[in-house]
């Protein structure tokens, strides 16, 4: 598993199971209730609801899941209050993370996570301990197929972007946060479809694991922290073999 290879991530979780669809279901509905609530429950104005409303397509979740979530994030249903935190912590050999959760329970998130991380050989940091080995922006994953580098250079720089990175799996397209809903808008018009769109921490640098019991460990961790239904995304620096 290489923690900061995105691509294999997105392979990764196309490769869900049914056993574990109520969960993926569970996590898109919370994003998409927190996406309708800051921006408003119309995907015409609304880019960051239209991506998500796309993932939970490509997810097959039902039709019903995704209008009751909209309406919470609304009003127009009642719901659960959900706040947004992240987490930073080492995992074994020195492996960097960040951990995006939402939860209605602080107190219960913050112990399920830390149990998490001290299972598997890590501990949790204080804030900015970790989070300065990462870029914090906005994430385009988008297959070669679907456009010649460098069309989509003149399309993502426009839309404002700051780069596109070219390699064997395809293109990614970096932007600042603030400008995440604008690409992501400008993409869909384009009639480019990413493989995964998000606002992600991305690792400055790596850090090798060659030691099988470390690799372990870490990938324990992710595993952990992937069976806790308040988080929402993992990031990680570590630099080990598929």
Known sequence: MAGHNKWSKV???KAVTDSRKGKVFSRLARDITLAAKSGGGN???NAR????????RDANMP????????????????GVVFEEITYEGYGAG?????VKVTTDNKTRTAQDVRSAFARNGGNLASTGAVSFQFIHAGQFLIASDQI???ALLEVA???GADDVIASEQGFE????????DRVAQVLEQKKLKPESAEIAYIPTTTVPVTDPKVAAQVADLHESLDEIDDVQNVFSNEDSAE
């Open 43 to 45: 995907p015409d104005g």
């Open 157 to 159: 720089l426009d839309a």
């Open 148 to 150: 010649a580098e460098d």
């Open 11 to 13: 392979k990764r979780l």
């Open 94 to 98: 020195g492996v960097a993370f960040v």
């Open 173 to 180: 397209v970096r932007c600042p946060v603030q400008a995440f």
């Open 49 to 56: 609801l239209r991506t998500l409303l796309l993932k939970a």
């Open 63 to 78: 039709a019903d899941n995704v209008e009751r979530a909209i309406k919470k994030g609304t009003g127009e249903l009642p």
